[in-house]
T-cell receptor
Framework: DSGVTQTPKHLITATGQRVTLRCSPR?????VYWYQQSLDQGLQFLIQ???????AKGNILERFSAQQFPDLHSELNLSSLELGDSALYFC??????????????FGQGTRLTVV | AQSVTQLDSHVSVSEGTPVLLRCNYS??????LFWYVQHPNKGLQLLLK??????LVKGINGFEAEFKKSETSFHLTKPSAHMSDAAEYFC?????????????FGGGTRVLVKP
């Protein structure tokens, strides 16, 4: 158990809808990262938050947004969903600002299926 | 910019025989390198990491990897495969100069272990 909790584990929704994925980082970790794993794109970095503020941005679509709350949990909001958004979404956390040699701990992911 | 190439998408080995998973990276700066493993329906677990200390890195479950700067490689090996090693393995690079801790994942190598 990595200590990173993601909910829900599975989500099935229709095209055009909006969903929210939730992540609780390990106790003491200030950085939260979101990754998308799909069959065609592999594992891609979406976004990082550190202590409530956006730290780094990757290949995140404009239809997607994220935030980190004062209690350090994070939410990833996906809107106007398309079939191609079906993927496994991982949250990870790390200590501090996430210096590049810092280990990231991954949750078990939320599997999103858009029908 | 950083990138990772895992040279084999699938590797099949017999139980008790050595495992070699090949990884080449590209990074503008001195990188940090990781190997993660993903078991079916599980999150990602760190096997080992290289952060400019010893070039031969030992990880969990008998895995080790050697950093070779001249070859820009970070191959993962295990002397004797076990059935429980069947999983997908990801080579990951983190650019020390990049803001935050953006991890760039390779495409993954799926390992099949035959009895």
């Amino acid at each position: 158990d990595s200590g990173v909790t993601q909910t829900p584990k599975h989500l099935i929704t229709a095209t055009g809808q909006r969903v929210t994925l939730r992540c609780s980082p390990r106790s003491g970790d200030l950085s939260v990262y979101w990754y998308q794993q799909s069959l065609d794109q592999g594992l891609q970095f979406l976004i990082q938050y550190y202590n409530g503020e956006e730290r780094a941005k990757g290949n995140i679509l404009e239809r997607f947004s994220a935030q980190q709350f004062p209690d350090l949990h994070s939410e990833l909001n996906l809107s106007s969903l398309e079939l191609g958004d079906s993927a496994l979404y991982f949250c990870a956390s790390s200590v501090g600002t996430g210096a590049p040699n810092t280990e990231a701990f991954f949750g078990q992911g939320t599997r999103l299926t858009v029908v | 910019a950083q990138s990772v190439t895992q040279l084999d998408s699938h590797v099949s080995v017999s139980e008790g025989t050595p495992v070699l998973l090949r990884c080449n990276y590209s990074s503008s700066y001195s990188p940090s390198l990781f190997w993660y493993v993903q078991h079916p329906n599980k999150g990602l677990q760190l096997l080992l990491k290289y952060t400019s200390a010893a070039t031969l890195v030992k990880g969990i479950n008998g895995f080790e990897a050697e950093f070779k700067k001249s070859e820009t490689s970070f191959h993962l090996t295990k002397p004797s495969a076990h059935m429980s090693d069947a999983a997908e393995y990801f080579c990951v690079v983190s650019d020390r100069k990049a803001a935050g801790n953006k991890l760039t994942f390779g495409g993954g190598t799926r390992v099949l272990v035959k009895p």
